[in-house]
């Protein structure tokens, strides 16, 4: 007999940050597996035109306002979400947002606010969700961490340390819900194009970007798309009970070289 009894086929998916993005990407390729989907996040029409294509292609899909930064607005959208399409199966933990600065210039309450979404964001939703999971002896809930956790960036205010945090949250996590059936888990992007950060004045990034370079973190130009950490976490949802993805790190594979001319068969 095996081990786990199998995910239900019904898997009932949150997620937050949905408007755009990673958030985005990973409710467009959870829909495409059949997967029911809750798109949460404050731009609601814009995740009710994504929740419209689901539905247009034949899935199930509502938007609702999420903010993280809101413990009632987290309550909310948990319970909607739950009455609308059944209880979470999958959690993708994903709002957020990046205000670029060095961390000792940053305004106090910027940094604060940064954290708030990032960090204490993401514990109101597994405070919110995981309980109930328990009781189900089930559930998969995803944090998108950053590879910044493993190697801090100069010049990006207080994301580093949100991050940072929100990564060790998710570790702890997994040693607490240890023989729950609840897995926690972490897709870890590296450098991804997404719409976090795009609206910074050309006088901010490329300084930043020169610090980058400075301490060799920018090894090259290629970013990756958001759906290849989409891609990631429909891997780490999608992994058979039993065994359990804790940490998926996605990099974006560096431009090809130039073959040298002198090489080659017969030279």
């Not at 809101?70 to 609308?84: G, I, L, N, P, W």
């Not at 999958?90 to 709002?95: D, E, L, P, R």
């Not at 998969?140 to 956790?149: V, Y």
């Amino acid at each position: 007999m095996p081990r786990f009894e199998p995910h239900p086929e019904r898997r009932p998916v949150l997620i937050a940050g949905a408007s755009s993005g990673i958030g985005a990407a990973s409710a467009a390729a959870l829909a495409e597996l059949g997967h029911p989907i809750a798109l949460g996040a404050r731009r609601v029409d814009v995740c009710e035109t994504l929740a419209e294509k689901i539905r247009a292609d034949g899935g199930e899909a509502v938007a609702l306002r999420l903010d993280v930064a809101d413990a009632a607005s987290v309550d909310a959208f948990v319970t909607d979400a739950e009455k609308a399409l059944g209880p979470a199966e999958i959690v993708v933990s994903g709002a957020g947002d990046l205000e670029f600065g060095h961390a000792w210039e940053m305004d106090p309450e910027t940094f604060l606010h940064q954290v708030q979404v990032h960090l204490v964001g993401a514990q109101r939703l597994a405070h919110r969700v995981i309980p109930g999971m328990i009781e189900r002896r089930r559930g998969d809930f995803i944090f998108i961490g950053s590879d910044c956790a493993d190697s801090p960036r100069p010049a990006v205010g207080a994301y580093n340390a949100a991050k940072t945090g929100l990564e060790a949250m998710a570790r702890q996590l997994r040693m607490e819900l240890e023989g729950t059936g609840v897995r926690s888990s972490i897709v870890r992007p590296g450098a991804t194009q997404t719409g976090m950060g795009m609206t910074a004045a050309p006088e901010v990034v490329g300084p930043m970007l020169e610090e980058w370079v400075h301490w060799g973190i920018a090894r090259h130009p290629y970013f990756l798309r958001a759906s290849d950490i989409a891609a990631a976490v429909v891997a780490v949802a999608g992994t058979p009970r039993g065994a359990h993805l804790v940490l998926v790190e996605v990099q974006p594979e560096a431009p090809l070289r130039k073959q040298d001319s002198g090489t080659g068969e017969g030279s």
